[in-house]
Structure formats: C-alpha cells, structure tokens
C-alpha cells in the first residue's frame, strides 16, 4: 500500500467497486447527463424542463439491397435473412436492412438498426420498395380510423364542486397500440396522447398543453391549485370536455417505428359539473341542541 | 494536437472537439487518459464519470477489446463574444467486449451506439478544455 501511495497511483474509488460499462452512451446515462435543443436558441441546454422526453431520438431509412433480385441479394450479409411465407401458399418475403441516426444533427451516417429480438424486417409484396412508399402515403388516413379511446375528463370534486376555488381536472387518456394489416403487410401502431385543450362549459379554455393532471387527494381538493385546474366564478351547471391530439408511429413487419405526420384530435362526450356557492353563518346553536338550525343535516341544501 | 484546435474560433473549436473524441477513443482502446485529461476538465461531474468508467476497466489488469469511437459530424453552434462555446456531435462507437487479467469475460458486452452528443467547451488561458458533454434526447 505505502509503495503505491509513493508511485501517486491512487485512482479515485475502491477496491471492491463493482464493474461499469466503458460505453460513451452508458457513462451519459448513469450520470444523467441528457440535453435538449433549446427551440428557440437552437443550443443544447440540460433544462429539460417540459420536452417529453420518451420521443425518439432516431430517424430511420430503408435499404433495400438485399431484395429478391437486388444487387446484393447473393451476398452472405443478405443470404442469412430469412423471410419465409406468412402463409402456407403464400411467397417469401424481401428483407429490408432498416437503418439509424440520430435526429439531432444534419445529414449524419446511417448505421444498421438492430431488430429487437433479431428476426430481419420484411416486406412480402413483389415490389417491397413500392409496398413501403405506398404504405407510407395512406397511413396517416389508416390511423385516424383508428378506434383510439380518447378516455375520460374526470374533476375533483364531481359531480358538485364550489365556486371561487379550484376545481381539479385531469384525463384518463393513455397511450394505445393496435395491429392491422394494411396491403398484405403486418402493421403494428402506437397512438399517444400528445396534447389537451380543456373546455371548461363557462366559455374558458386551457391549452393546448402536454399536462394531462393527476388526481389530488381529497384533503386537497378546492384548495390546492394544480397547471390542470380551473375555478368557477358563477354557480351553474357546465358542460365539460377535453380534447387530446393524439401522436402516432408504426412499423411494418418487425421494423422500426417511424413517426406518423399528422395527429388525431379526438374530444370526449361533455360532463356536467355543478357549481354551488357556499353560504358562511354565524349560528348560536349546536345541531344537537337545535336540529333546524341553518347548516344542520336535513335542513335546505344551500345553491 | 493539432494546431487549428488551440485556436479560439469555430474552426479551431470543430477542430479541438474531434482531436478530444479521439483522446477519449484512445483511452477507451488503451486505458490512458493522458491525452484526455489534459483537454477535459474532470473536477466536473460528466468530467469526472468518463475518466472513472476508463480507470474502472483498466484496474487489476483488466481490459476491453473494441470501442472505437468516430465522430461523422461535428456541428459548432459559435455565438459570438461567449467563452463557452456549444456543438452538436454525431458520435459512433463499435461494441466493446471485456476481460479480466485471466483472459475470462469480465461483463456482458456493449453493443455499438450511434448517437448525438451536445459538448460544451470553455477557452481558457490559450486552449480548449470540455466543461460538459452528455446525450442529446429532445
């Protein structure tokens, strides 16, 4: 010990310190040290801040060499991608060699994208550069017939709630998949909730905005004010409702997800929210002693 | 280095942030951080994580075969009159395999990365040192 003190060689953790991955990426990670490109500046900035950040960061491309018929289909590189018939009478099926890179910087080099569980993507048409292009042009189309369930508006306290205090709102909207089949090929979609517009039935809106709320425990209703709440100045019943824009990727036969350029806004069916006021007395009685006195059970409910 | 990376200039920082990769590939490939060191500065907290994830897999004669890093693209944001310049990198590195002294696997491997990374640089005195560096995710 006293030999290597003097040598100076004493690097900064113990012994015993578990092994860590020497991966650049890896290192980033466990220290979370993430940016995100300021939209106004254009410069990276750790404020995070509200940037949803489970969007991928890649984007994807196609390379279609190892097609039946292409010209590196003979090469071993494609010779080990097998894409049997779907079905029995059916013909095998080109791979298609998906490729990434990062979005955040302009014209990068593209490298392989690995399949998840390492079956190749494949596109079973006679010609997969044309299945994919016309998949492509009618998907947005295909999504928004899509059966996405746009959840509920749910408030707190419902279905009366007080005037002057804030009423909570959130939406029990959440991120969908769905399987079809769209020209022969196996498609697999993602619908997420990107955005809400809250209508409030008293002519206020909020949003759009990414919150979608959460509920608050019942100590805290009317009192405690949330980014999702909104206070009624007059009693009244209002019709409420949320609409979400909902945000979608699909992949074909085993590919990557590649993002779907449009959204579909979908609103909920209106919910009611009764707005009461309340009244403050001074009373000189208990309920006990006098079961009529104002405010007492079974006494007229205050509007 | 290079001379054009001692220049406090968009060139000289493009410049400065490739010859910096390439320290950190070397230490990654060889385990010293000489090189490195001299253009980071570790008392940071990224700083600090990439000189120990180095020193971790070269102690008690372990060592990593692969790892390279290139970095395809380097774009420097330069705004005029700030010490503390920012770029966007494309960075890839090719998978890592691990041994320990005895030659026997010492961790599951690392599969390559292509990725974006944002680095933030300071001039001081008369050269670069990183002063941050981290995934760009948004």
């Known amino acids: ?303 | 280095m290079p001379e054009l990376a001692k220049e406090n200039s968009k060139a000289g920082l493009e410049a400065f942030i490739g010859y910096w990769y390439a320290t950190y590939s070397y230490a990654t490939e060889t385990g010293d951080l000489g090189p490195w060191s001299q253009s980071t500065d570790v008392t940071t907290v990224s700083g600090a994580a990439y000189k120990k994830a180095v020193e971790l897999n070269y102690t008690k004669g372990r060592w990593v075969v692969g790892g390279r890093i290139t970095t395809p693209v380097i774009e420097v944001l330069w705004q005029e009159g700030l010490n503390t310049q920012s770029a966007k990198v494309q960075v890839l590195q090719e998978q890592i395999l691990y041994f320990d002294a005895d030659g026997s696997s010492g961790q599951q491997g690392t599969p390559e990365f292509n990725t974006a990374e944002a680095v933030k640089a300071t001039y001081r005195g008369n050269s670069w040192q990183v002063t941050d560096n981290g995934l760009i995710v948004g």
């Open chain 1, 1 to 303: 010990m006293a030999a290597t003190a003097a040598l100076g060689c004493s690097p900064g953790f113990a012994d015993d310190e578990p092994r860590v991955s020497i991966g650049k990426h890896d290192t980033a990670l466990d220290i979370n040290a993430k940016f995100i490109i300021d939209p106004v500046t254009g410069i990276p900035s750790t404020n995070l801040g509200m940037t949803p950040t489970t969007e991928d960061p890649y984007q994807y491309k196609p390379d279609f060499r190892c097609t039946l018929g292409g010209p590196g289909a003979r090469e071993m590189g494609c010779l080990t991608l097998e894409c049997p018939p779907t079905t029995p009478d059916g013909e095998k099926g080109s791979p298609v060699i998906w490729l990434k890179a990062p979005k955040a910087v302009t014209n990068p080099t593209f490298t392989d994208w690995q399949p998840v569980d390492g079956k190749p993507a494949c596109l079973y048409d006679a010609e997969p550069q044309n299945v994919l292009a016309d998949i492509a042009a009618r998907i947005l189309n295909d999504f928004r017939q899509l059966p996405i369930n746009p959840g509920n508006l749910q408030a707190q306290p419902f279905p009366h709630t007080l005037k002057g205090g804030p009423t909570n709102f959130y939406t029990t909207a959440t991120e969908q998949t769905f399987d079809v089949t769209i020209l022969g090929q196996a498609i697999h979609l993602t619908a997420t909730p990107a955005n809400h517009t809250y209508t409030f039935g008293d002519g206020t809106t909020l949003g759009p905005t990414p919150a979608a709320g959460y509920p608050l425990p019942e100590a805290e209703w009317l009192t405690t004010e949330t980014r999702t709440s909104h206070s009624y100045t007059q009693t009244g019943n209002y019709p409420a409702t949320i609409t979400t824009s909902f945000t979608g990727t699909y992949s074909v036969n085993n590919g990557p997800p590649l993002p779907i350029n449009g959204t579909l806004d979908l609103t909920t069916p209106a919910t009611t929210i009764h707005v009461w006021k309340t009244q403050r007395a001074l009373v000189a009685d208990t309920c006990q002693q006098n079961p009529n006195s104002w405010g007492c059970p079974g006494t007229e409910p205050t509007h």
